[in-house]
């Protein structure tokens, strides 16, 4: 685990830390690249942590927040040239499923986008099972308040209210011109049935605007209105429509899910944000990190008597 802060380990607010019982994987298309890829979900040791193998390319890559190398509409890790992109939904549900440690396969650039949310990779965990090991959990707590803004957009980590409350308390609001988004707010508990039951399903979207912009930069290659929400102004062009009226703030909040997973534990406190994506979330767990006073690893152990 070279290079994270000191005492930064692997775990969950369980006890002890948890692996998957049996390898499990999908294939698809890539959001962005387009190609198509598969992915394996593996179990892995005590003390793994979530590691990225580039399969074809033999390279592994930490999935931590100091190994982002890019987040321009996406969270990228990277090591040396190798890269690994869009791997925020992943994370979240790896994240909401309580799986600490676990070897990750992808025989390209990015995952395969599945159906845009978080979802399918939940379901693939869940049929694939998880195992307690006998390595003990810990997790970060936030003792001092964080922030990073740009413009009138910001993320905030703040320690937990009441102070001893464990687990991680989330509020995000967005703010979007285009009518079929508009202004949308939500704030929850972050705990596996929240995440299951109000964010999993929360795809990724696009303006219809921006599409051929983006394509044109390499970018959405593999988009399609089976795998992302397009808004054109007031219209949501999905055949189908929104899973859920803010669908749009709770794929935000999911997003924010995967990309604070790269703390490497999880985090004990408050997250709060106002139009934040990838690289506020990226920023701030880099400021965290930064000021040795603002952080403390604790012990898993008291938390899951206490969340009991």
Same mark, same amino acid.
């Given at each position: 685990m070279d290079g994270l802060p000191q005492g930064l380990v692997s775990g969950m607010t369980r006890g002890f830390q948890r692996t998957l019982k049996a390898p499990i994987?999908?294939?698809?298309?890539?959001?962005?690249?387009?190609?198509r890829v598969s992915l394996t979900f593996k179990p892995a040791p005590v003390d793994h942590g979530v590691v990225f193998r580039r399969t074809d390319l033999g390279i592994d890559i930490p999935a931590r927040f100091d190994r982002v190398v890019d987040t321009t509409l996406s969270t990228v890790l990277g090591r040396g040239d190798a890269r690994i992109g869009t791997v925020e939904h992943v994370m979240a549900a790896l994240a909401g499923c309580g799986i600490d440690n676990v070897l990750v396969e992808v025989d390209g650039a990015e995952p395969p986008i599945l159906d845009g949310s978080a979802a399918p990779y939940v379901f693939l965990l869940d049929c694939a099972g998880s195992v307690e090991q006998d390595g003990p959990q810990s997790a970060i707590e936030v003792r001092r308040t964080v922030r990073v803004?740009?413009?009138?957009? @910001?993320?905030?980590? !703040?320690?937990?209210?009441?102070?001893?409350?464990?687990? =991680?308390?989330m509020a995000l609001s967005i703010d979007f011109e285009s009518v079929a988004i508009g202004r949308q707010a939500l704030s929850l508990r972050l705990t596996p049935d929240s995440?299951?039951?109000?964010?999993?399903?929360?795809?990724?979207?696009?303006?219809a605007k921006d599409v051929d912009r983006l394509r044109a930069a390499g970018l959405a290659r593999g988009g399609s209105l089976e795998n992302a929400v397009v808004v054109d102004q007031a219209r949501v062009l999905n055949p189908t429509g929104l899973r859920m009226p803010d669908e749009f703030a709770r794929?935000?909040?999911?997003?924010?899910?995967?990309d604070l997973a790269l703390a490497g534990l999880?985090?004990?406190?408050? @997250?709060?944000?106002? !139009?934040?994506?990838?690289?506020?979330?990226?920023?701030? =767990?880099?400021?965290l990190f930064a000021d040795s006073s603002a952080w403390r690893e604790i012990s898993a152990a008291p938390l899951a008597v206490a969340a009991a």
């Amino acid at each position: 685990m070279d290079g994270l802060p000191q005492g930064l380990v692997s775990g969950m607010t369980r006890g002890f830390q948890r692996t998957l019982k049996a390898p499990i994987g999908c294939v698809g298309v890539a959001l962005h690249c387009g190609h198509r890829v598969s992915l394996t979900f593996k179990p892995a040791p005590v003390d793994h942590g979530v590691v990225f193998r580039r399969t074809d390319l033999g390279i592994d890559i930490p999935a931590r927040f100091d190994r982002v190398v890019d987040t321009t509409l996406s969270t990228v890790l990277g090591r040396g040239d190798a890269r690994i992109g869009t791997v925020e939904h992943v994370m979240a549900a790896l994240a909401g499923c309580g799986i600490d440690n676990v070897l990750v396969e992808v025989d390209g650039a990015e995952p395969p986008i599945l159906d845009g949310s978080a979802a399918p990779y939940v379901f693939l965990l869940d049929c694939a099972g998880s195992v307690e090991q006998d390595g003990p959990q810990s997790a970060i707590e936030v003792r001092r308040t964080v922030r990073v803004a740009d413009g009138d957009a @910001f993320a905030e980590l !703040r320690p937990a209210t009441p102070v001893g409350m464990p687990g =991680l308390d989330m509020a995000l609001s967005i703010d979007f011109e285009s009518v079929a988004i508009g202004r949308q707010a939500l704030s929850l508990r972050l705990t596996p049935d929240s995440f299951r039951h109000e964010l999993a399903r929360a795809r990724t979207f696009a303006l219809a605007k921006d599409v051929d912009r983006l394509r044109a930069a390499g970018l959405a290659r593999g988009g399609s209105l089976e795998n992302a929400v397009v808004v054109d102004q007031a219209r949501v062009l999905n055949p189908t429509g929104l899973r859920m009226p803010d669908e749009f703030a709770r794929h935000k909040l999911l997003d924010a899910v995967g990309d604070l997973a790269l703390a490497g534990l999880p985090l004990h406190g408050r @997250f709060i944000a106002h !139009r934040s994506g990838h690289a506020l979330n990226n920023r701030l =767990l880099r400021a965290l990190f930064a000021d040795s006073s603002a952080w403390r690893e604790i012990s898993a152990a008291p938390l899951a008597v206490a969340a009991a």
